[in-house]
């Protein structure tokens, strides 16, 4: 079975520019959720999503919005981006949202803003 | 709101002897999990163990175990025959109900160095 796979694995955005970052979950993983994890620190959740609706978010502004399609991929889009946006953004996926579900993560995708 | 400590950022253990990473945490809920993650170089969270917080009964995963104190609200790793592949990032990681959140809150992590 194919694990979590997040894509691209690196990027170089400019300040005030929108990027989209994409992450296909685990096969037979119907919820996905976005965390961001800044150099040195622990991961802080961003928003998760559950069969294509928003189930949760952190404490992120609106311009950290997001998508989940029928087939439980997902994208994370951030708009007028700041230079504090750089960080590693990290996609996992999980079979449902109840609490005692184990989370599959993927590698991140870097991203840098200039 | 719930919170994850690691009060250690880094930590060093000779191959093949044990060492322990300490957590606490905070929180108001009585149902939640706990859990351990590593994360190499390579970026990738993984799951070293979990604990249910109804579970008395301590967590092991072959040379992993944790010691979780609920009413100290501590929740410490144990790896036992320490070896190369075990340095990395590790988080100690909190599992809200749907109702608070439906999330991991992550402490700030220890970097474990492994000396041959």
């Known amino acids: 079975e194919t694990g979590v796979t997040q894509s691209p694995t690196h990027l170089i955005k400019t300040r005030g520019q929108q990027v989209t970052l994409r992450c296909s979950s685990q096969?037979?993983?119907?919820?996905v959720s976005w965390y961001q994890q800044a150099l040195g620190q622990g991961p802080q959740f961003i928003f998760q999503?559950?069969?294509?609706?928003?189930?949760g978010r952190g404490n992120f502004p609106p311009r950290f919005s997001g998508l989940q399609f029928p087939n439980y991929s997902s994208e994370l889009n951030v708009n007028a981006l700041e230079l504090d946006d750089s960080a590693l953004y990290l996609c996992?996926?999980?079979?449902?949202?109840?609490?005692?579900?184990?989370?599959?993560f993927g590698s991140g995708t870097r991203l840098t803003v200039v | 709101a719930q919170t994850v400590t690691q009060s250690q950022p880094e930590m060093s253990v000779q191959e093949a002897e044990t060492v322990t990473l300490s957590c606490t945490y905070d929180?108001?809920?009585?149902?939640?999990?706990l859990f351990w993650y590593k994360q190499p170089p390579s970026r990738q969270m993984i799951l070293v163990i979990r604990?249910?917080?109804?579970?008395?009964q301590n967590a092991t995963e072959n040379r992993f175990s944790v010691n979780f104190q609920k009413a100290a609200k501590s929740f410490s790793l144990k790896i036992s025959d320490s070896q190369l592949g075990d340095a990395a990032m590790y988080f100690c990681?909190?599992?809200?109900?749907?109702?608070?959140?439906?999330?991991?809150?992550f402490g700030a992590g220890t970097i474990l160095r492994v000396k041959s």
């Open positions: 096969s037979g993983h119907n919820t």
């Open positions: 990681a909190y599992r809200s109900a749907p109702e608070y959140g439906n999330k991991l809150v």
């Open positions: 604990q249910e917080a109804y579970k008395q």
């Open positions: 996992a996926s999980s079979l449902g949202t109840g609490v005692g579900y184990g989370y599959t």
């Open positions: 929180t108001s809920e009585s149902d939640y999990y």
């Open positions: 999503y559950y069969r294509e609706e928003e189930n």
